[in-house]
């Protein structure tokens, strides 16, 4: 008992002390002017950026960006600095980055853009666009106290004459991949492998794609000491050959092939022509494009099993009209997309596909996500014949018979506080 007490009471002193020495941490009422902070009519004179980027380290951009106030929503800033980025043709990224004046800056707009390319490391990519950021911000500090501090160094000399390097590859990339998962334990395991390939072509001109692709799926389990194993596999090509025709139209060829057991086709094989309106000129798809899609094309089956139609192989033709949206503003991103298809020898036997994601500022620090996806289903023809059995089903060796599939995701966020946000700290 005499041990267990004395245990306690060093505890509590152990306890006291650290409140105390918590409670010391916070600074008096009595404030300490610190000599090394800028003159207050500087601090004034610093602009509000409210940075938008989903893909950016932005922590380490408002610690390294530290010559302006980085606020938490659009409202508060003077310039809202809005970046998308896309996948170059190389494997790098493209970077775009649009600054938005606002108030005393509303006149103000630029556009710039900058480059990673594919041998950057993530330390080299956020640091280029950190400096295409401060270039960008030029314009509005230029308007502020802050410009008599800002010098320009252009290093090393440029010449116009410079040629590109040569290109061994001639515009192609490729890339391979491959991945494994394990599991095991006493009653159960499962193995699932992937492998596959890319090689990309992309100029002004065409955009080519080459893609095989494995995927081996295993599952064991043990039952009354028999061993039940379900095997699945789905392998095949995708391929497509794009051609610009003009500002708003392009034409290609997708060529496919397919071997899938849980959607009962042993092979099959689609070749596809297909052409594309863009409603805006390609060279704004950035921001925002609006696009129709039409395609028709040959398919061949081969069938595992005999099918609900009575089919071990089957020829067939299909054609299908997309439209899809897509913009990125500062207000919010909106993608959708509408599809229908069906087979030509019966239209009855047909698709429709609707997929959707709105993400909207309500108002100051309040956003709505909003997703959904419907099909409707009724162009099942690789289904076999007879039931499933319960261990197919649970097992997800086998496509069930559906009319349709639907999804529906919604989400809400709101953020307040203090609008500045400029410090970053990553300790524990």
């Known amino acids: 008992m005499f041990l267990n007490t004395t245990k306690f009471s060093l505890f509590s ?12 941490s916070f600074p008096a009422h009595s404030q300490v002017v610190d000599a090394s902070l800028p003159d207050k009519d500087i601090l004034q004179d610093r602009i509000s950026v409210y940075l938008d ?69 993530r330390d080299e990519e956020r ?6 950021i401060e270039l960008g911000l030029v314009s509005y500090l230029a308007h502020t106290g802050i410009a008599e501090g800002i010098r320009l160094e252009i290093p090393g000399e440029y010449s116009n004459n410079v040629q590109p390097t040569d290109d061994p590859w001639n515009n192609w990339v490729f890339q391979i991949y491959g991945g494994a998962n394990f599991y095991e334990e006493s009653r159960k395991g499962s193995l699932d492998l992937r492998y596959g390939a890319y090689a990309d072509y992309v ?60 959607e009962n086709i042993d092979f099959g094989y689609r070749i596809a022509p297909a052409i594309e309106y863009s409603l805006l000129p390609y060279r704004l798809a950035l921001r925002k494009e609006y696009t129709m899609a039409y395609s028709i094309g040959y398919l061949y089956r081969d069938y595992l099993e005999e099918t609900i139609y009575g089919k071990m192989e089957e020829n067939l033709y299909n054609q299908s009209l997309k439209f899809e949206v897509r913009v990125l503003q500062p207000w919010g991103t909106v993608r959708g997309g509408l599809e229908g298809s069906h087979y030509l020898h019966d239209m009855s036997k047909n698709r429709i596909s609707l997929d959707t994601n709105v993400s ?24 076999p014949r007879g039931d499933a059995s319960l261990e197919e089903v649970l097992l997800g060796q086998r ?13 809400l966020s709101y953020r307040f506080g203090s609008i500045y946000n400029n410090v970053v700290n990553t300790r524990l």
């Open 203 to 262: 100029t002004a001109d065409w955009r080519i794609r080459l893609r095989p692709y494995f995927n081996y799926n295993r599952d064991d389990y043990v039952r009354n000491e028999e061993k039940v194993r379900s095997v699945r596999h789905r392998n095949g090509f995708e391929g497509r050959a794009v051609r610009s025709i003009s500002d708003h139209w392009s034409m290609g060829v997708f060529p496919s092939a397919i071997s899938n057991t849980y």
């Open 399 to 411: 496509q069930l018979a559906t009319s349709y599939g639907a999804s529906l995701a919604v989400g």
């Open 360 to 383: 909207v500022r309500i108002f100051k620090g309040f956003s709505v996500d909003f997703s959904a996806d419907y099909d409707y289903v009724q162009d099942q023809l690789s289904l």
């Open 127 to 132: 640091e280029g666009l950190r400096a295409m």
């Open 13 to 24: 002193a152990f306890i006291k002390c650290s409140i105390f020495g918590f409670l010391l």
């Open 53 to 121: 980027c989903s893909v950016c380290d932005n922590s380490y951009l408002r610690q390294e960006i530290d010559f302006v106030s980085h606020v938490r929503d659009p409202q508060l800033a003077q310039v809202h600095l809005f970046i998308t980025a896309q996948q170059a043709a190389s494997g790098g990224r493209v970077f775009t980055l649009s600054f938005i004046g606002k108030d005393r800056f509303a006149e103000i707009n630029n556009n710039l853009t900058y480059t990673s390319v594919p041998t950057n490391t």
